[in-house]
């Protein structure tokens, strides 16, 4: 390896280590609102095993509840990065070497767009949003590995609120 390789590598490193440290955060975050929640019984609650069927409209469920405009292209790629996370932990193999290509690939697009799209959609879903519990606790808007990261962790946690 070339010294640039070395920086490169050495700085997914150091990002990686930045997000597993986020991510961590937000659990702790999560968990102490479940503690903090007196209509909800820790011990029973049960996190199941997501089947596949239902995991895609989960999914969607979320990003809507976060006012993500489903009519643009970042809707369906945020969409298959958070599917990704939960299926196979993409998030920890790099969302520039991994988690954008793949959806690039599959929709037939360029990694760049799709990073675009994705970072468009969240910034939306933030100036529309503010309002929002999950938003109002961040300081700046989160980066498309935070995000991403995020959501499927909520997805994990079965902390997805349907309107009927």
Known sequence: MNQNQNVEMGLL?????????????????????????PSVNVEKTVVEPIEKG????????????????VHIKGFKYIKEAIKMEIEEGALAAGITKVV????AKKYNDHTSR????????IESAWYKSKHEYF?????DKPSNGYFIALMAEQVRLGKIEYSA
């Open 114 to 121: 799709v990073e675009r799209a994705i970072r468009h959609a």
């Open 54 to 69: 239902d995991l895609d409209s989960q999914v969607s469920s979320m990003l809507l509840r976060y006012q993500i405009p």
């Open 135 to 139: 938003f109002s606790k961040m300081m």
């Open 100 to 103: 954008y290509p793949s959806i």
């Open 13 to 37: 490193c150091e990002e990686i280590k930045g997000l597993r440290n986020e991510i961590q955060a937000m659990r702790e975050m999560l968990q102490q609102d479940l503690h903090k929640r």
